[in-house]
C-alpha cells in the first residue's frame, strides 16, 4: 500500500556569526513517499540565543504561527513534492565563542502513517562570536550569626557583584529561606528592587518549603 515519507532538512545561510548578526534559516520539508499527506505539520525550534525577526515561506500553502522561540508550520504535501520556510533570526548577546542548534521536527507527534518514520528530524548548529569583554555576576552572603535561638532573627547581608568588564544588562537573582524559619523580611538600606514572595510562590526543595525574595538588578562594570 502507498504512503507518504515525510523529510526535513535545514540549511543556514552563514556559520559563523557574530554577536548581532542576521542568519537566515531555510527548513525544507518533503514528501518522498508515494502518497499525498495532509495538514502537516513541522515545528522549528531556534535557541535562546537567536531572537527571531520574520519569516517566509514557499507557495505551497504553508502557514506558520510563532510563540516565543518556536515556529509552527502546517501544510499539505502532495507525494513527490516539497516546500520550505525561510526564517530570520538575530545572533542575541553572547560572551565568547557560542554553540547553539537549530532544531525541526516534521509530523512530531506520528499523526500521519508512513513508510519511513526514522528521517522525521533534522539539526544544524550554528557558532555564534561573541564580545572578548563580558559581565561576570557573582554573588556573597554574610550572616551575623550561625547560631540563633527560637523566636529570634539572623541577619544576612547579601552582596552581588559584576567583575567583569561590560555592563551586565538586567537580570534576576532569588534568595530563598526555609518557611519554617519564619520567613523573609527585608531591612533598610536595601539598594535594588526586591518582591518579597512569601505564601504566593513556595519554593519545596527535597519536601522543605522555602519562602522566596526575587530581586532585579543591572550592574555597571565593577559595580556592587
Same mark, same amino acid.
Given at each position: 500500500m502507498a504512503k507518504p515519507d515525510l523529510t526535513v532538512a535545514i540549511t543556514e545561510s552563514s556559520d559563523p556569526v557574530n554577536d548581532g548578526d542576521s542568519v537566515v534559516h531555510t527548513v525544507t520539508v518533503s514528501n518522498v513517499g508515494r502518497k499525498a499527506a495532509n495538514s502537516v505539520?513541522?515545528?522549528?525550534? =531556534?535557541?535562546? $540565543?537567536?531572537?527571531?525577526?520574520?519569516?517566509?515561506?514557499? /507557495?505551497?500553502? =504553508?502557514?506558520?504561527?510563532?510563540?516565543?522561540?518556536?515556529v509552527t508550520c502546517v501544510g499539505d504535501l502532495s507525494a513527490g513534492k516539497s516546500g520550505n520556510v525561510q526564517i530570520t533570526s538575530? @545572533?542575541? +548577546?553572547?560572551?565568547?565563542?557560542? &554553540?547553539?542548534?537549530?532544531?525541526?521536527? *516534521?509530523?512530531? +507527534?506520528? +499523526? *500521519?502513517? $508512513? /513508510?519511513?518514520?526514522?528521517n522525521n528530524s533534522a539539526s544544524v548548529s550554528l557558532e555564534i562570536i561573541?564580545?572578548?569583554? !563580558?559581565? $561576570?555576576? &557573582?554573588?556573597t552572603i554574610i550572616e551575623d550569626t550561625d547560631t540563633v535561638t527560637f523566636d529570634s532573627a539572623a541577619f544576612y547581608d547579601i552582596a552581588v557583584r559584576n567583575g567583569g568588564a561590560t555592563d551586565s544588562g538586567e537580570f534576576e537573582f532569588s534568595v530563598t529561606v526555609p518557611t519554617a524559619a519564619g520567613g523573609i523580611r527585608q531591612e533598610g538600606?536595601?539598594?535594588?528592587?526586591?518582591?518579597?514572595?512569601?505564601?504566593?510562590?513556595?519554593?519545596? *526543595?527535597?519536601?522543605?518549603?522555602?519562602? +522566596?525574595?526575587? !530581586?532585579?538588578?543591572? =550592574?555597571? @562594570?565593577? $559595580?556592587?
Open positions: 505539520q513541522t515545528v522549528i525550534t =531556534l535557541p535562546s $540565543e537567536l531572537t527571531y525577526v520574520n519569516h517566509a515561506t514557499s /507557495s505551497t500553502g =504553508l502557514t506558520c504561527n510563532v510563540v516565543a522561540q518556536t538575530t @545572533a542575541a +548577546r553572547a560572551c565568547g565563542v557560542t &554553540s547553539v542548534a537549530v532544531t525541526a521536527e *516534521i509530523d512530531p +507527534r506520528n +499523526r *500521519i502513517v $508512513e /513508510s519511513n518514520e526514522t561573541g564580545s572578548t569583554t !563580558c559581565p $561576570e555576576l &557573582s554573588m538600606g536595601f539598594s535594588l528592587p526586591c518582591v518579597d514572595e512569601s505564601g504566593e510562590s513556595v519554593v519545596v *526543595i527535597d519536601g522543605v518549603e522555602y519562602d +522566596r525574595l526575587t !530581586c532585579t538588578a543591572n =550592574l555597571a @562594570a565593577g $559595580e556592587v
